[in-house]
């Protein structure tokens, strides 16, 4: 019998301790022992004295609960009692007080005590947990696995009366859809992230996350309102750039093709008996296109500075060849107004380097251009110089000096400061006496920077002007004779390219009639295809050398025909060339065409010296 009642004692979970009538303890299970520590021997020690049942400032008949028991003989219990043991470990205990007899009398007690920290601890967490949802500021509800509410926070409550809807329920808060985006996130066991839905004015976010184990779905809200209006506008100023930037690219395209007539069609009518006023006329009229092609382009560059879409290239650039392209140029201007151009580049300057050809070119004619403008007496002078680089750089890049002097109308201070941004002029009569947009210093100002340099401007009124900035540029790869589009080429305008063979397509009449001639004067062969398909008929029948490719016409276009053409010759040694005559100007644009097969992109409107410039080049390189 004594060995049941042992057996009885250790197996439950619950620490006994047998006590005498003096409250000391005689005997412990093991989960007592357990509590007070294993290697803590608590046998003839008093139980007020280990467990501190005891509470100063009342009467211990009063307060102990063992001896409200011997005196009662009755079972006392204590609910909730917190203990700190030897080592510092704290905890909840509840405690129950047995009166224990033998023979009919008390010989002490039996206390029970059960260990409350783990249960009373995660109680204490899930009332944290509801304090926080119900605190929570952000609407927060559950629902059952058939989409009922079972419960909706201070918060949901409160964005409800805000917005207007609280009469309406907590369905109004939800998309319709609700029940199935529940049914979802059970069955998937994943959430649902940003569901948007629009209440009233207002927009809010739900996510949904799945209890699996409780078959709840818990949902919360945010509201994104704000957030929504910034994207929307976001949205709306990236559509109005990308409509701006066809509206230029489309405009560009259809300026470039009637230019494209004038400015063939006026340089083909200076190689015809002409009487001298015949002649000035045709001048003005060639120079008048130049100026609106030049307007064109700054609007252009502007367009792609803006939207940080200008990519600069990297190709051998030979700086004499190209200073003399520029002044070559502008040399007809400053003759007729009397001006001299002067040229000075120091000895230690590279003869060739690594940049972007086009736009250093770019930079320096605006800057001659606007010098010749604004001077009516005197001159321009050039100088061009190298930097010295501090002894520490080890980097190989060239650092150029470039100056540009005139002895013209001068700037003030006030002038000066607003020079470099956009639109801006000396004042509102320079526009109307020297024309301009007000665009290309501006435009100067970023390529430099693009290049890693600085532009600044240094003037007195009424004595000129200097604008000196600097550029970042690398030593040549290697060395090989530049094909200048300007300059000597024009010089060499007369010179054939040889027999050879060519087809144009292209459907504008104006544009068929400015290549022909051109090409005819170059020596070449042509023919004329008004469409694509039309084209790939023509290359059927006959071995052509070089198609100039326009790329928009009807039924077929330009970036189609050439594709078909390459599918063709897949498989096969031969390789017809194909030059790109496109009125866009944009660096996407050749891209396209060169993705579609194209080996070369020239851009309208055409002119002799550049078409005999390019067609060289290509049968280089196809010779090569």
């Known amino acids: 019998m004594a060995e049941d009642a042992t057996l009885l004692m250790e197996s439950v979970p619950e620490a006994i301790f047998f006590v005498d009538c003096e409250s000391r303890i005689v005997s412990l299970n093991a989960v007592a022992q357990q509590l007070v520590g294993r290697t803590h021997n608590v046998v003839g020690q008093g139980f007020h004295d280990l467990i501190g049942c005891l509470t100063s400032g009342e009467s211990e008949v009063a307060q102990c609960p063992f001896n409200r028991m011997v005196h009662t003989g009755e079972l006392v219990v204590l609910p909730s009692h917190f203990w700190t043991r030897d080592d510092g470990t704290q905890f909840e205990l509840s405690l129950s007080f047995w009166p224990r007899m033998q023979q009919g009398k008390r010989v002490g007690g039996v206390v029970v005590v059960h260990d409350l920290t783990t249960a009373m601890e995660i109680q204490r967490d899930v009332k944290r947990a509801a304090r926080l949802a119900e605190d929570a500021p952000n609407p927060i509800v559950e629902f059952d696995a058939a989409g009922s509410v079972l419960y909706a926070n201070t918060g949901m409550l409160n964005v409800m009366e805000q917005w207007g809807v609280l009469e309406s329920g907590i369905e109004a808060m939800f998309p319709g859809n609700l029940s199935a985006m529940l049914r979802e996130c059970l069955a998937t066991e994943s959430s649902l992230a940003r569901v948007e839905y629009a209440v009233a004015d207002r927009v809010i976010a739900w996510s949904f996350f799945p209890l699996k184990e409780l078959e709840l779905v818990r949902a919360y809200g945010l509201d994104i309102t704000s957030d929504v209006a910034l994207r929307r506008a976001k949205e709306a100023a990236e559509e109005s750039a990308r409509a701006k930037g066809i509206f230029l690219a489309t405009m560009s395209h259809e300026l470039r093709t009637p230019m494209n007539g004038v400015l063939g069609c006026t340089q083909l009518l200076k190689d015809t008996p002409l009487t001298d006023q015949q002649r000035e006329l045709l001048e003005t009229m060639h120079r008048s296109a130049e100026a609106l092609l030049t307007l064109v382009n700054d609007i252009l560059d502007f367009s792609k500075l803006e939207a940080s879409k200008m990519n600069l290239e990297v190709a051998n650039v030979n700086l004499r060849a190209l200073v003399d392209d520029v002044t070559t140029l502008v040399e007809g201007l400053a003759a007729s107004k009397g001006l001299t151009i002067a040229l000075k580049i120091d000895a230690d300057v590279p ?53 540009v002097h005139d002895t013209g109308i001068g700037l003030t201070p006030e002038q000066q400061a607003n020079l470099f941004k956009a639109y801006a002029q000396a004042e509102t009569s320079t526009a109307r006496r020297f024309g301009g947009t007000g665009l290309g210093l501006m435009i100067c100002r970023q390529l430099v920077e693009l290049m890693g340099g600085i532009i600044t401007v240094n003037s007195v009124f009424g004595q000129g002007s200097t604008f000196a900035y600097t550029t970042n540029l690398l030593p040549a790869i290697h060395r090989e004779v530049t094909v200048s589009s300007s300059g000597t080429d024009q010089r060499r305008a007369g010179d054939q390219v040889g027999p050879l063979r060519v087809l144009v397509a292209d459907d504008n009449e104006i544009n068929q009639v400015v290549a022909c001639k051109f090409l005819q004067k170059l020596g070449c062969q042509v023919e004329v295809a008004r469409t694509g398909r039309e084209a790939l008929e023509a290359i059927t029948r006959t071995a052509y050398d070089v198609v100039l490719m326009d790329c928009e016409m009807p039924d077929m276009d330009g970036y189609e025909a050439t594709r078909e053409i390459r599918l063709r010759e897949d498989g096969t040694l031969s390789h017809l060339l194909i030059m790109a005559l496109t009125g866009h100007a944009s660096d996407e644009d050749a891209q396209k065409c060169y993705q579609a097969g194209m080996d070369k992109v020239l851009t309208k409107p055409l002119t002799l010296p550049v078409l005999r410039a390019h067609l060289q080049e290509l049968m280089r390189h196809a010779d090569s």
Do not use: C
């Not at 736009?359 to 320096?364: A, T």
């Open 351 to 403: 003869e060739e380097l690594r940049g972007d050809p086009i736009r250093l070119r770019q930079i320096l004619f605006n800057l001659v251009g606007n010098a010749i403008k604004f001077t009516q007496q005197g001159g321009v002078t050039i100088t061009i110089s190298s930097l010295k680089r501090d002894a520490t750089d080890q980097s190989d890049v060239v650092v150029l000096q470039w100056s």
